[in-house]
């Protein structure tokens, strides 16, 4: 797998008709896409095609450790009192057992918890399922019971080696001692922020890494309201105006029809017809207008497509 | 604009297969394959291949953002589902008692006399230094006193830590002890495996440490003439418990082998191979462990002939020689 091609600013500053403003916005856009573009991977299936994974942020990693941790302490906490509630009931010998096989219990809760929940179909824990994330082999193949051994039992020395240092102390020369491990343990801790696949020493030792792998609706194609017969005869634009924007003001304006509310639609309606100099007719709608122009917009750019044309922003005027 | 666009044509044609591959992939995901019916099976493998081959058709046609989201989203899950491992959680325990762990720990022979050689290295040290004179006792325990099995006991009193008394037993305390001790060792033994990635020196560091501490208590019992007798009560469960410990160290010293020396492969590609092995090992070191618990818990506690000792020690250690280095033949794929 290789990372997939990082998006190439181009450089447009000197470009007519381009504002000091609009250039450093657009600067800045193309840099978070380069940014989140580092982030991908590509994965080829044996059939061929490609798949695009996005591998976890340290801090959606970090986010679903702490809700990970969270359960573990309540599952230990919740046994031990309710083990504390039961044992006055029982004789001192049976008490003891009972505590036995707590202790036990303690410690596949604390190391076999993960291992239990990754060996599964899903291969993520329930803080990696509530932030969209799973485990996966680098290679792309079949993620194995070993590998998941192997990237837990690792977690020993990157949480609980620097969390004994921390807590060492006593004497001078302990505290010294302890501040030693504490940094030295602490290049296993951060050790996912300092490499481009955000892996842990256990996901490199086991060949794996973690990837955001969300659950995404299907929703209503936008156009398929703006094909009725009536608004196609309303809503008829010309060629010069839909090419004033490209793909990112097109997806933008998906987003915004998909989720925003009426008043950010009907400024966004009002900023299209000033760029496009549409006359507002008599009853025409900011929604109908706004679906109908993504509609135009999208079949034209649609159709650059094919011909090997894209249009990659209202910048990009060749 | 009465006709409509390709790309939308495109979804509304498939649109329905597309939504089908998401109904059977989430009731997988929640149920397991036991849940879907021969129907669905059958017509997994054909929606998932349409899946794909829609995903790359859409990234070239359509500016739709949900539609490719949405594609993405579902040929993921799909692939992760097909290619993913299909055997049951039993399946692979067999699988891992029957054949991994054994080759695991057969093929790496090197790595587990190295980890011995640091163990009873450290035994026969502080053996050695303490009979010459005892003060070495103090300098490795500090003040730890060890229930008393220190220098000064008497050896009456060192004699009783050995055998249990009938009436003693029975209030379970034992039990609690040696699942006590159960989850110090199994803690020590991963922790020995996840130090191993530090070029393993910790690991030899551990080792030896434990050596000096079980040593220099060999040391005072043979001191005071029990050591036939306290070997008995050490070996009936330490047999397994210290070749668990031993093979998790020789885990350790097969990732930090690994990442010291990768040979020609890659770094990467050398920890990983090698990290696969060894937490094979470490795994099995847990089960060992276990065993050791409940030889300690039981067997010890109720067994006070010295014969009968030796004779389970002996015992477990033919066993586990057997289990492990016995070449046995590959299982039918």
């Known amino acids: 797998m290789s990372a997939a091609p990082p998006v190439k600013p181009v450089d447009t500053s000197r470009r007519p008709g381009l504002s000091m403003e609009a250039a450093v916005q657009r600067r800045a856009r193309l840099a978070e896409e380069m940014r989140v573009s580092k982030m991908v991977r590509r994965l080829v299936t044996p059939e061929g095609a490609a798949i695009q994974l996005r591998l976890g942020s340290a801090s959606e990693r970090a986010g679903a450790f702490l809700i990970d941790i969270a359960i573990q302490w309540a599952i230990v906490i919740a046994t031990f009192v309710g083990l504390g509630m039961v044992i006055g009931a029982m004789s001192p010998g049976s008490a003891n057992v009972a505590f036995a096989f707590w202790l036990v219990f303690f410690f596949f809760v604390r190391n076999f918890y993960y291992i239990f929940f990754e060996i599964g179909q899903r291969a993520a824990t329930p803080g990696k399922r509530v932030l969209g994330l799973r485990v996966a082999a680098r290679d792309g193949g079949r993620l194995t019971a070993n590998s998941v051994l192997a990237r837990n039992f690792i977690r020993e020395i990157e949480i609980g080696l620097p969390f004994q240092f921390a807590l060492m102390g006593g004497d001078q020369f302990g505290a010294w001692m302890g501040l030693f491990g504490l940094l030295w343990s602490g290049v296993f801790l951060l050790f996912p922020i300092f490499n481009k696949d955000k892996m842990r020493v256990g996901d490199l030792i086991a060949g794996t890494w973690v990837i955001k792998a969300p659950k995404a609706k299907l929703m209503q194609d936008i156009t398929s309201a703006a094909a009725r017969p009536e608004t196609g005869s309303r809503f008829a634009f010309t060629t010069a105006q839909t090419d004033a924007y490209g793909i990112h003001e097109l997806h933008v304006l998906e987003d915004v029809l998909r989720q925003s509310t009426p008043e950010i639609k009907a400024q966004v309606a009002s900023r299209i017809r000033a760029k496009i100099n549409w006359t507002r007719t008599e009853g025409e709608t900011d929604l109908a207008f706004l679906e109908a122009y993504y509609a135009a917009l999208r079949r034209r750019l649609e159709q650059r497509i094919l011909l090997g044309d894209r249009k990659t922003d209202k910048y990009d005027v060749r | ?333």
């Open chain 2, 1 to 333: 604009m009465s006709d409509l666009l390709k790309s939308y044509r495109f979804r509304e044609e498939r649109q329905a297969d597309w939504q089908r591959l998401d109904l059977i992939l989430t009731k997988a995901e929640n149920g397991g394959v036991k849940k879907l019916s021969d129907e669905q099976m059958l017509a997994l493998p054909r929606l998932y291949r349409q899946a794909v081959s829609s995903l790359s058709v859409a990234r070239s046609i359509s500016l739709d953002q949900n539609v490719i989201n949405y594609l993405e989203s579902l040929c993921t899950r799909s692939y992760f589902f097909v290619y993913g491992a299909r055997t049951t959680l039993g399946e692979r325990m067999m699988m891992f008692l029957r054949q991994d762990w054994p080759a695991a720990v057969s093929q790496s022979v090197l790595a587990t006399l190295l980890a011995a050689f640091f163990f009873f290295g450290g035994w026969a040290l502080a053996f050695f230094l303490c009979l010459q004179d005892m003060e070495w006792y103090w300098t490795f325990h500090g003040q730890n006193f060890m229930e008393g099995r220190n220098p000064d006991a008497t050896v009456e009193y060192l004699r009783s830590t050995i055998y249990v008394n009938e009436d003693e037993i029975g209030d379970g305390q034992l039990t609690a002890f040696s699942s006590f001790l159960f989850n110090n060792n199994a803690q020590i033994a991963l922790f020995a495996f996840a130090l191993g990635f530090a070029f393993g020196i910790p690991t030899a560091w551990l080792l030896v440490y434990n050596g000096v501490m079980i040593g220099s208590m060999y040391a005072v019992f043979w001191d005071k003439g029990l050591g036939y007798e306290f070997t008995g009560w050490l070996m009936i469960h330490g047999v397994t418990e210290l070749y668990a410990i031993v093979l998790s160290g020789a885990a350790g010293f097969i990732i930090g082998g690994a990442v010291a020396f990768p040979g020609g492969r890659t770094r990467l590609a050398s920890a990983r191979a090698a990290g696969q092995k060894a937490a094979t090992i470490a795994m099995g070191c847990v089960v060992m462990l276990i065993v050791a618990a409940i030889l300690e818990g039981f067997g010890r506690q109720l067994i006070n002939s010295d014969e009968i000792r030796y004779a389970v020690a002996g015992s477990t250690l033919i066993f586990w020689l057997g289990y492990f280095y016995i070449p046995r033949k590959a299982p039918d794929a």
